[in-house]
């Protein structure tokens, strides 16, 4: 029988896992912990994909300084070989500063790839001319990205994986990347990076108030960015049917008429019902429809073309679950239905009336 697996791309690092409380040797607990990508693992183990692996590679000083600043870049180095705490929340252990820069330059390099899916390739240099054909790709990114902002690490992150490699895209000649970010918490380190660019279209949905406390509907984006940075926050408790609503009226809609050339999903599991940092309830399921109608974005505009790159997601049944059932939706195109409220939630119509300003929505 003819394999009919899809093919993506994955990157994936044992390096990573030493970024850990207290250093391999002397590990700690923090919700931060190698583990998530154990259980991350599992979820591609069980994918029924065909995985072509992308090693990860440091990232390059002037990929980093697309949004870090110099100095903050340069200030990691003091980190190396050293254990402590950046912020209450944000740790490094000896190996920590490795470990986001091959995070970042996997991020990078999953771009490439994807991006790369355009040209075409000869088999040892002669013979037909083969498309390269994975269109889709996971990075298990450790430690995650979204919160670090240009100058300061923060919220567990250290350096800003997702806009590393929007920036990337944008090098190599893309002029719109969208970011979707459906981790529980803002993106704010994201959201500031491109908050004056039309050549990001940044759209979060959130639990808020809630850490780090950006993330308000009206906040759209500054001079030629105007309009380009779409927040959905969602108070706490919200599950499958209110996130569908949010995706159908606000997400979906601006994401179509935005028509991305590559889409990037900050794909973090902490709004899982399970999780124990945030407050929201999700179902697995929801995390695969979310995958699966941002794959028909891809297809309508990309080629096809998108990533899912590890941000939080504490409770590891709960990441292992909503990870599997996302490359469902976005590598296979598979996914369940899920629960549709009855009449629009009051904060999905409070972030309609501020999207309305720029885009085509409600």
């Known amino acids: ?45 069980e994918s029924a994909v065909e995985w072509s692996t992308v090693p990860a590679r440091n990232a390059a000083p002037e990929e980093l300084v697309r949004v870090h600043d110099a100095a903050y870049v340069d200030s990691l180095e003091s980190l190396r070989g050293r254990s402590g705490y950046v912020d209450p929340d944000t740790y490094f252990a000896p190996r920590s500063v490795e470990a986001a820069l091959l995070a970042a330059g996997g991020a990078v390099a999953l771009v490439d790839k994807l991006l790369d899916a355009d040209v075409t390739d000869r088999v040892n240099g002669a013979g037909p001319v083969r498309p390269v054909s994975a269109r889709q790709g996971v990075a298990l990114l450790r430690p995650p990205g979204h919160h670090a902002r240009a100058h300061q690490a923060m919220g567990f992150c250290l350096l800003n994986n997702v806009a590393i490699a929007a920036a990337h895209a944008i090098a190599r000649g893309k002029r719109r990347v969208l970011i979707v970010d459906w981790d529980v918490h803002h993106g ?79 794909a973090g599991f902490d709004a899982s019902l399970r999780d124990p940092l945030g407050q929201m309830r999700l179902s697995p399921e929801a995390f695969g429809w979310m995958g699966k109608k941002l794959r028909d974005v891809a297809d309508a505009s990309a080629g096809g073309k998108i990533g899912l790159l590890l941000e939080g997601g504490y409770d590891l049944v709960g990441l292992q679950a909503g990870l599997a059932a996302s490359i469902a939706g976005v590598v296979r195109g598979e996914a369940a239905d899920i629960a549709q409220s009855a009449e629009t939630p009051e904060d999905v119509a409070h972030a309609v009336s501020y999207a309305r300003r720029g885009w085509k929505v409600g």
Request: aromatic share 10%; net charge negative; hydrophobic share 40%.
């Open 1 to 45: 029988m003819q394999d009919t697996k899809p093919k993506a791309w994955l990157v994936d690092d044992a390096r990573f896992d030493a970024h850990v409380l207290g250093g391999p040797e002397h590990p700690a607990y923090h919700p931060e912990r190698p583990e998530r990508l154990v259980a991350a693992r599992a979820a591609i183990a």
């Open 188 to 266: 704010n380190g994201t959201q500031e990076m491109f908050l004056r660019s039309p050549e990001v279209l940044y759209l979060s949905l959130h639990q808020f108030p809630f850490y780090p406390g950006t993330g308000a509907a009206q906040e759209t984006g500054e001079g030629e960015g105007r309009g380009f940075t779409v927040n959905v926050p969602l108070s706490a408790g919200g599950g499958d049917d209110v996130y569908r609503s949010a995706f159908e009226q606000t997400v979906l809609p601006v994401a179509m008429e935005y028509a991305p050339d590559l889409v990037l999903v900050s």
